[in-house]
């Protein structure tokens, strides 16, 4: 398959870089990722300036790959329009350092990188890797490698299927190999963030305030916030579509 990889944090990260490794084995890859650290952006896109396209070397990696001072949305767009002159079969967003879970979703530029992909009807996965806030950020190749295996492993599952528009969000909990459980296909969980903006000092002796949130899970069953917590690997099937369909019919009740 001709696969395109992206990400939000960066060309220079580790996690990219394990999912390329093990993503090139058996596919044509080409790599189109910010050129610098662009976590939280959502689907941001970048309009009042020219975005700079550079190709760059990765060390132990052979497929081609470019930086984009642009948003992961923006990597996505130029490269189907502008770097690939052929269709991609499939684009894979990660490995994110941090869960993409619940409502985190919509704030996440790992997986609008994914859903940009959708938007042009080609099938995408985002992956996520939990991490230990205690443990250095760089924390461990070996657990970026294991969620890169399931990554792939979920990768060749769903290369019969035809999921066009569909987006898999993988979340991949930061354990041992043989400690996970298995992996569940499950819906969004709910994740409300306690906010706490610490006060913080700017360089121009300005009060500012730095968002430190603290997640509060709603803890219900068949979500992706339950069972990652319980050891599993969680995929939930996304789409951009937002139409809340269990209500249009009562809404337009209102207009008659």
């Not at 990722?33 to 939280?40: H, I, K, T, V, Y």
């Not at 949305?73 to 502008?82: R, S």
């Not at 690939?84 to 704030?107: M, R």
Request: charged letters at 25%.
């Amino acid at each position: 398959m001709r696969i395109l990889i992206t990400n939000d944090d960066g060309i220079n990260s580790i996690g990219l870089h394990e999912l390329i490794k093990e993503i090139e084995k058996e596919n044509e890859v080409i790599v189109v990722a910010p050129s610098e650290q662009r976590s939280a952006c959502g689907h941001s896109v970048t309009l009042h300036r020219p975005i700079v396209i550079k190709e760059v070397k990765i060390d132990g990696i052979k497929s081609k790959a470019f930086s984009v001072d642009g948003t992961p949305a923006d990597c996505v767009k130029i490269a189907i329009d502008k770097i690939s002159s052929y269709k991609f079969d499939k684009i894979i967003s990660g490995i994110n350092l941090g869960y993409n879970l619940g409502t985190d979703v919509i704030y996440s530029g790992t997986v609008s990188a994914a859903i940009e992909g959708a938007i042009y009807k080609i099938p995408s996965i985002a992956v996520s890797l939990g991490y230990d806030e205690n443990i250095e950020l760089n924390f461990s190749e070996d657990k970026y490698r294991l969620a890169a295996e399931y990554t792939n492993k979920i990768l060749k599952q769903s290369s019969n299927d035809r999921l066009n528009d569909v987006v898999l969000n993988i979340n991949v909990p930061p354990i041992e190999k043989n400690e996970i459980k298995g992996i569940k296909v499950c819906e969004l969980g709910n994740r409300i963030y306690q906010n706490c903006y610490i006060e913080s000092p700017t360089k121009e002796g300005e009060i500012g305030y730095k968002l430190q949130g603290t997640p509060k899970d709603i803890d219900d069953e068949n979500t992706d916030v339950y069972n990652i917590k319980r050891g599993y690997v969680t995929i939930t099937p996304l789409h951009y579509d937002l139409t809340n369909f269990k209500i249009i019919k009562e809404v337009s009740k209102w207009f008659i």
